[in-house]
């Protein structure tokens, strides 16, 4: 199968030329060897195992002989020789140019094993499972980056051509490379549930040494999914975990599964947006639950396309996680960021998404138009009492939203009179 391109493409490039080495990171399966194997002209696999013992000897006795080949050298899965980070940024320096290498790693590395943080020599750049444009899904009529950078900028009757039947296959699917060359139906979903195999069996505990029960592992997965979207509390997961179990888990173990699934890359929480438009008291600051990709979450309750088709509520807040994970995808070369609104009068936005010049827009994930209405309301309102506590705020004005935007699973892009934009997911694209 030839290489589907990625939105990290343009972007590595563009690291490659300021910085002397570029770490991907993300979760395992998302492509992120075959996206730094594209551009890198010499390639050292530490997981090779014909070589990974040679390899990790030389590291010991001497990390510069690795680091021997063409530019840029890809260093594959690089924590399994975490010498290599300190050897990387002192051959940066010593070689004073750009382009120098790429790293890759599937999971987060104790600072404690490193010497030097990086900065100034490494370049970050996180990577996703593929989103609905890069697995050629989305007809990417309607590019996020016009949408801000242009105000003239105008669309009409674009059109998706995925069905809600086919978003709820491309959720239950999901973006592993691995699943779209997989041959049949039933092989495609089964990626998912092999990855979620290999976590709680092996990479969970295999992260940092440290034992961990796989049914243990299985129960906070299947809590995270439970409440996929929302703004549940530790103490309401822990609930889900141990509900009719024979399995006990206290609140400090919980954090530290938690915080292993987050080294490697599986659980992604949002944090709350809490613009002073409302009392502190008012404004919900629970981290929002998430995965990496839908499919995780799919997977983890056990669930099916069949079962989706008539579970469409519940199909609501894993159609949110897609749109978190495609946002992410085409903004990732605008230093973007992503939060969410919530307060206690019920007042939200599902997606708030901060560019790193302070600009920014509200964002509603609605799957069908009948909620339409109502997440442009939430959006204008919003927009109101900005604007309303501007008038009395001179000192530090809360920026206007730049766009308000409802993303759908519908099937045409329109702007409302009252300029909210109604986009499919599927008709969008960097």
């Not at 900005?386 to 004005?397: C, F, H, L, R, V």
Request: glycine share 6%; aromatic share 8%.
């Amino acid at each position: 199968m030839e290489y589907l391109k990625r939105t990290a493409d343009p972007f590595l490039t563009d690291l490659l030329d300021a910085f002397g080495a570029v770490l991907i990171e993300g979760p395992k399966w998302c492509g992120k060897t075959t996206t730094a194997e594209q551009q890198a002209k010499s390639v050292l696999k530490l997981q090779d195992p014909d070589m990974r013992e040679e390899y990790l000897a030389t590291a010991e006795f001497k990390p510069s002989y690795l680091l021997q080949g063409a530019t840029p050298r890809l260093i594959d899965e690089w924590q399994d020789a975490p010498v290599l980070w300190d050897a990387v940024r002192t051959t940066v320096d010593n070689r004073m140019e750009p382009g120098q290498f790429i790293l890759t790693g599937s999971n987060k590395v104790d600072k404690k094993k490193t010497h030097h943080s990086g900065t100034g020599r490494i370049a970050r750049m996180k990577m996703l499972p593929m989103s609905l444009w890069e697995s050629l899904e989305s007809t990417g009529q309607i590019s996020i980056h016009e949408l801000f950078d242009n105000p003239d900028y105008e669309f009409g009757g674009e059109m998706s051509r995925l069905t809600v039947e086919d978003l709820i296959f491309a959720a239950c699917r999901g973006g592993w490379p691995a699943a779209l060359k997989a041959r049949t139906v039933k092989a495609k979903l089964m990626i998912a549930k092999n990855y979620i195999n290999s976590v709680c069996s092996e990479d969970v505990s295999r992260i940092d040494d440290k034992q961990r029960l796989e049914k243990l592992t299985r129960r906070i997965l299947y809590a995270y999914a439970r409440n996929i979207s929302t703004l549940a509390k530790t103490s309401s997961l822990l609930g889900d975990v141990i509900a009719g179990e024979t399995i006990e888990c206290s609140r400090t173990t919980f954090d530290d599964y938690v915080s292993a699934l987050e080294k490697l890359f599986v659980i992604q929480d949002i944090d709350a947006w809490c613009p002073a438009i409302r009392s502190k008291t008012a404004i919900r600051s629970t981290p929002k639950r998430c995965f990496c990709d839908p499919s995780i979450a799919v997977a983890s309750l056990g669930l099916t396309p069949e079962s989706l088709k008539i579970q469409l509520k519940t199909f609501g807040f894993i159609f949110e996680q897609m749109c978190i994970r495609d946002l992410k995808a085409y903004t990732i070369d605008m230093d973007s960021h992503i939060s969410y609104y919530h307060d206690r009068y019920g007042l939200e936005a599902d997606i708030v998404l901060h560019l790193a010049d302070g600009r920014y827009a509200l964002i509603e994930c609605k799957l069908g138009s009948a909620e339409i209405e109502k997440g442009a309301e939430h959006l204008l309102e919003m927009k109101r009492l900005i604007i309303e506590k501007n008038k009395t705020e001179q000192q530090m004005p809360i920026r206007v939203p730049d766009l308000l935007i409802i993303l759908t699973g519908g099937k045409m892009a329109y702007t409302r009179e009252d300029g909210v934009k109604i986009i499919p997911l599927a008709a969008l694209r960097p």
